[in-house]
């Protein structure tokens, strides 16, 4: 069975970090672009981070461009968001999602995947 599952979300305070995890099962990741994604209440997913498969082109949306920061380990069949400076508006889930055939660009701008975790749930609250 094909899973992607993510974990590290949490409550964090505005200022704080979190790091999110997105592990891969039944496949693997190395022939995939990974992006994070979110959606907060009452509004459209948006694409947040993406990262090609090698790890060596990655996009970032403009929100969070020198707060965040993508990675992959494919030997660990993993990708992280690394998230700094939170902000209360930062409150969403957070989705991972693996596509193929994809630049990152278009992945993160255009919301494409081919698979999707459940999302964990990150709220930024004082």
């Known amino acids: 069975q094909l899973q992607l599952v993510e974990s590290g979300g949490g409550l964090v305070q505005p200022g704080g970090s979190l790091r999110l995890s997105c592990a891969a099962s039944?496949?693997?990741?190395?022939?995939?672009?990974i992006g994070w994604f979110r959606q907060a209440p009452g509004k459209e997913r948006e694409g947040v981070s993406c990262?090609?498969?090698?790890?060596?082109?990655?996009n970032y949306a403009a929100s969070v461009k020198g707060r965040f920061t993508i990675s992959r380990d494919n030997a660990k069949n993993t990708v992280y968001l690394q998230m700094n400076s939170l902000k209360p508006e930062e409150t969403a889930i957070y989705y991972c999602?693996?596509?193929?055939?994809?630049?990152?660009?278009?992945?993160?701008?255009?919301?494409?995947?081919?698979?999707w975790g459940q999302g964990t749930q990150v709220t930024v609250s004082s």
């Open positions: 039944g496949f693997t990741l190395d022939y995939y672009a």
């Open positions: 990262i090609s498969r090698s790890g060596g082109i990655t």
């Open positions: 999602a693996a596509a193929a055939l994809t630049t990152v660009q278009a992945m993160c701008v255009q919301v494409r995947g081919d698979y």
